[in-house]
């Protein structure tokens, strides 16, 4: 949910609320998708279409900030593109097709800082 938090206060509050060294499973959605497309839902009320704010962070922008916050990538940022495999073997449904090629995702394990 990075995406819909400013990064610097993400990191800062994740700071105060992860143990010395701890380690934190971010992922997100990856910029190339969020430069497309942003999330929302149908209110079932009024039918309107509400979104909220979402901000299409770079893999390289959250390296750079966490690591300022005094995070460690463990191992590699790993990335993740929609497939034409992940369609026919039902990982993502077929409105996913859209996304073929598109990088929709990141994620690493991070360690925090020490005390």
């Known amino acids: 949910m990075l995406e819909h938090l400013p990064i610097e206060i993400f990191f800062l509050t994740v700071k105060k ?7 934190l499973l971010l992922t997100n959605m990856h910029s190339e998708m969020g430069n497309i497309s942003q999330a929302g ?6 039918g309107e279409k509400i979104q909220g704010t979402s901000f299409a962070y770079t893999v390289k922008e959250v390296v750079r900030e966490s690591e300022k916050q005094g995070f460690k990538c463990l191992g590699e940022m790993q990335v993740r ?17 859209k996304w073929i090629g598109v990088k929709v995702w990141f994620g690493c394990v991070l360690r925090g800082p020490s005390e």
């Not at 839902?41 to 009024?46: A, K, L, W």
């Not at 929609?82 to 097709?97: L, M, N, Y």
Request: charged share 30%; net charge negative.
């Open 41 to 46: 839902f149908v209110d079932e009320v009024s």
């Open 81 to 97: 593109s929609i497939t034409d495999s992940d369609i026919e073997k039902g990982i993502v449904g077929q409105r996913g097709r």
């Open 17 to 23: 609320f992860l143990k010395s060294n701890g380690n």
